[in-house]
């Protein structure tokens, strides 16, 4: 439970996905596309001719442009561009950004929390990761090394008692798992 990530943070980032994708699926947008004729060198037929990539998919794409992006020491807008020219520039929208814990990720939005992309620390390699992944592997490793949880209720880090479901939140004093607030005659604890 303590992995999850928080509510607005997920479907702010989803929601951008899918307002964004939607137009991308309207019905009968082939038909708005003129059809090239055979041999016809348009912009529109150089860009989706297909490149040596097209028989991988986007993971393995994502793979590729990673390995590609860090030999030329070109971070996120090199491995963008490597999508791009691979031809599957249709599925990511642009940089997005995320942080937890004084950390931050920048990576290529593909519209899913959960689905691999490529993502960037800093001006560190660039890595096959989905946003959704990092967030939670932050949050785990911040919490492993200072001894805290994120409050289920209002989101902050809090220092973890020795029992989790026991934990109070020190920012907004309700229980992390349940987000209850304490009945005030359970603080008075036994002296031992
Ligand atoms: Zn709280």
Redesign the pocket.
Known sequence: MSGMIPLSIASKATGLGIARLAPRKARGANQIIPQPHKGATTMQTIERKPGKECGADFDTVCGRAVAYANRHNGGLELAETFINRAGWGHSIFGVEYVSCAGRELSYLNTGETYSLTIGQEGNGEVFSTSWGGWYEDAENQHCEEEGETR?G??G?F?PCAEEWRETV?E??G?Y?DSGELPEKETEDGEDD
């Open positions: 409050c209720y209002c902050e809090t939140c920012h907004c309700r992390v």
